[in-house]
């Protein structure tokens, strides 16, 4: 599997560089997002720019990065999804489940929305 991976200090870009999320590639996916949450990031940004395709395997990759991130207060976001990768999304109603935006400007910004919002969260606790 083909990827990139850039630490930055709120969160981490993981570039995937290959055109097809499918089950061939699904369970390396998953082994690379659980490894990044352990070594302890919070916050996760998938470019999926490349990506033209993806079957139920490729999402439930996806689904597993999702959890693991959200568990600890972090966020999961996908960014530049393909015009096929977002249909199925829409028709699996996976679009509700995870954050999606155009690009990874955006999905910068919505990491450090996420932050706010969750220390702002933990000020109301204390």
Do not use: C, W
Not at 29 to 36: D, W
Not at 59 to 67: D, E, K, T
Not at 78 to 94: F, G, N, P, R, T
Request: without cysteine.
């Amino acid at each position: 599997m083909k990827y990139a991976v850039d630490k930055k200090e709120q969160f981490v870009l993981f570039t995937l560089m290959e055109e097809k999320l499918d089950s061939t590639l699904s369970p390396q996916l998953k082994s690379e997002l659980l490894t990044v949450h352990a070594e302890g990031y919070k916050n996760l940004i998938l470019d999926m720019a490349s990506v033209k395709y993806a079957d139920s395997s490729g999402l439930s990759a996806l689904l597993v990065g999702n959890r693991a991130f959200g568990e600890e207060g972090g966020i999961f976001v996908l960014s530049s999804l393909q015009d096929h990768v977002s249909k199925l999304m829409k028709i699996s109603m996976l679009d509700k489940v995870f954050k999606v935006v155009d690009d990874n400007e955006a999905a910068a910004e919505a990491v450090f929305i996420h932050e706010i919002e969750q220390g702002a969260e933990k000020d109301e606790e204390e």
